[in-house]
């Protein structure tokens, strides 16, 4: 069997420079046998045995071709948990998140501008689709110091042999170790799908619904607080710019959030396929499996979308003890504040939008293989401080995909572009061509994408969180070369990004909106590699390097790195374990600084962020349908001046220190019924 051609970034991650297309095989009945499901099916199957059970399980991705599996490791704690690895966040999970790694936004036409809480939300391009012969379902239940808690559900089976319907829930809640950074998000996704006994009719229906709530300090007052003996043991204490004199609280379900960000996304997805092509069956001893080849498949995708975003400071309420400091809003937004009175600023955003595609198959015994054009009407109302505007977009968009039946060449090319409306001239094009060199050699990929966007709206005037005097701003661009090499033998995949911008766009302070004009090209190599020590001992090792060339106002850090080195391995008949540490460093660098009413993180070329390296201790392990995770992470926050304390706190933007040491439990109980 050829690998999958699809090179996996560190961590388990797939790039995210994908297109929305859905082609998926037919749905079989759960009593099928064997043999007919060999031509549909058996490439999608995954076997799970959990004692006398056995459990085949098809997972799919709405924005993907080809069909996924659940990842049931234990190496990897990121891939349980929201938070990248090669991300930083201010000091409390749940709060505001910004990649080590360099990138320019991806997205295209209309884009509201809020982004620093996204690795906690659901996204409709990762919903899930499953067709499972028995209900499966799977409970989390994670605690943290500083009485954080996440919990997350899964449950899905088949209503019938061809609908399915799933539903995933998780609850992040964490009051926070430092005062004001009290975080509560919310979010649920069901999803539908169903397939019409002949297999000529597929049904889509996703409805999402992501609700976050951060809290917001405006970092401490001044570093010097850190190392007063009066605020050693309880960080709490130290006073911070914005949010008052909160209660520490630990209420699992409150939703109360005096000073900070609140954003509220539902989303509802219908997408509709109707194919025409050959039908074909396949006759066992006990039934009749129909099968269809679509050689032409016609797509119609209504979506609806409420987004709600906005930032509040309130007057002193119940257990808060808070007035706005006029003077901090005065100094870094010019906003006006009467004594004693609050702060509430808001963007509301309705959309509609209808998308109408054409897929043809050239070859109906493959269907990785097709060509689709479409066209999308897409309808805006925005509500905003001082005006509501009815705004469209007109999109025409275009892709070719072909995985060849041998499995060792797979190419994707795709185009969209906005012909008219609000964000007329913007499109995206991307071409990767990956090619399965042999099972010794491994995989290479190479691609291009070039991506020319609007800005987006909290730089439009209308915006209620343009506080900035009156500018223009131009599209920004962004050719992006890639390359890809993963020899699985070794363990090995190489990486390299080449990024050419002109006309970058960023924050340069707390409101001030900048554009670069002048040309600046990156370059990022990286690499992952698994080296084994001896029998069950491995380093699973990452390593980032990145130079800028140009004047933009861009500082990364130039290393980053993150390294395992663990026992691996089965003792006894049924628990697999996975022990030892974890080690990530980076290179001393001018850490962007963060805006808490606008949500973004912001340049500042003064104050340089020299962080010791960051240490983890973790033994993780699964029996059969079980699995836990124990950590104790940032022991390198250790300090033996004045006693043995954990309080030599990391930075992760200036006045953002990050916890010192934290213990986490996290457990997962998979269940068949």
Do not use: C
Not at 379 to 385: I, Q, R
Request: overall charge positive.
């Amino acid at each position: 069997m050829a690998q999958d051609p699809v090179i996996r970034l560190p961590g388990g991650r797939r790039p995210t420079t994908t297109s929305p297309a859905t082609v998926t095989p037919p749905m079989t009945a759960p009593n099928a046998s064997k043999e007919g499901r060999k031509d549909t099916i058996a490439s999608s199957v995954e076997r799970r045995d959990y004692s006398d059970d056995s459990l085949k399980v098809q997972v799919y991705f709405l924005a993907s071709v080809r069909p996924a599996t659940f990842d049931t490791s234990i190496s990897d704690f990121t891939t349980r948990f929201p938070i990248p690895a090669t991300h930083v966040f201010l000091g409390n999970d749940g709060s505001a998140t910004k990649s080590l790694l360099f990138s320019t936004p991806q997205r295209t036409g209309w884009d509201p501008g809020f982004h620093s809480l996204d690795v906690y939300k659901w996204k409709l391009e990762n919903a899930r689709f499953f067709n499972t012969p028995k209900p499966y379902t799977e409970l989390g239940y994670m605690l943290a110091t500083g009485a954080e808690q996440m919990i997350e559900i899964l449950h899905t089976q088949n209503i019938r042999p061809t609908w399915n319907a799933a539903f995933n829930y998780r609850l992040l809640t964490a009051p926070g170790i430092f005062r004001n950074q009290k975080n509560s998000h919310k979010s649920f996704q069901l999803t539908s799908w169903y397939q019409s006994p002949n297999k000529r009719y597929n049904n889509y229906v996703v409805l999402l619904s992501n609700r976050m709530q951060a809290g917001e300090s405006g970092g401490i007052r001044a570093n010097d607080y850190l190392y007063d003996p009066v605020y050693e043991r309880s960080r709490f204490t130290i006073p911070t710019n914005i949010g008052g004199e909160p209660s520490f609280g630990n209420d699992l379900f409150s939703t109360v959030l005096t000073t900070g960000r609140i954003e509220k996304e539902v989303t509802f997805l219908s997408r509709q396929q109707y194919d025409l092509g050959r039908k074909d069956s396949v006759v066992t001893d006990s039934l009749v499996i129909p099968l269809f080849y679509p050689r032409l498949r016609f797509e119609h995708s209504l979506r609806y979308g409420n987004y709600d975003y906005s930032f509040q400071d309130f007057a002193s309420t119940g257990r808060v003890n808070n007035t706005p400091d006029s003077a901090w809003y005065k100094r870094n937004y010019g906003l006006e504040i009467p004594a004693n009175d609050s702060i509430f600023i808001r963007d509301r955003w309705k959309e509609v939008s209808n998308d109408f595609s054409v897929y043809q198959f050239p070859d109906a015994n493959n269907l990785q293989q097709f060509i689709k054009l479409g066209a999308e009407l897409q309808l805006l109302k925005g509500t905003f401080k001082a005006s509501s505007e009815s705004l469209y977009n007109v999109i025409a968009h275009a892709e070719y995909r072909n995985r060849t039946k041998n499995q060792k060449w797979d190419m994707v090319a795709f185009g969209r572009l906005h012909t008219a409306g609000l964000n007329s001239g913007d499109y995206h094009a991307y071409v990767s061509l990956q090619r399965l060199l042999s099972q010794r050699l491994g995989t290479l990929q190479i691609g291009f994408e070039n991506i020319n966007r609007s800005p987006s709206f909290i730089y439009d005037q209308r915006s209620s969180f343009y506080f900035d005097v009156p500018k223009d701003f131009g599209k920004e661009n962004t050719l992006h070369f890639f390359a890809a090499y993963f020899i699985p033998k070794l363990g090995l995949q190489l990486k390299g990004d080449y990024y050419f911008v002109t006309n970058y766009l960023y924050l340069n302070g707390y409101r001030s909106l900048q554009q670069d004009n002048a040309v600046f090209n990156l370059l990022r190599v990286s690499g992952a590699k698994t080296f084994r020590l001896a029998r069950s001992w491995n380093i699973h090792s990452e390593v980032y390097v990145q130079q800028k060339a140009g004047g933009a106002s861009v500082n990364i850090p130039a290393f980053f790195t993150r390294n395992r080195i663990a026992y691996e391995g089965r003792l006894f008949k049924n628990l697999n374990l996975s022990t030892g540490l974890e080690l990530r460093y980076n290179t001393p660098y001018k850490a962007d600084n963060y805006s808490p009413v606008l949500g973004q993180f912001f340049y500042q070329d003064t104050t340089t962020i020299s962080n010791r390296p960051e240490v983890h201790a973790f033994a993780h392990f699964r029996i059969r349908s079980f699995k836990a995770f124990v950590r104790i992470e940032n022991l390198n926050t250790v300090s033996t001046a004045g006693g043995f304390r954990f309080n030599k706190n990391n930075f992760a933007a200036p006045l953002y220190p990050t916890p010192g040491m934290v213990f986490r439990l996290g457990i997962y109980w998979t269940f068949i019924n």
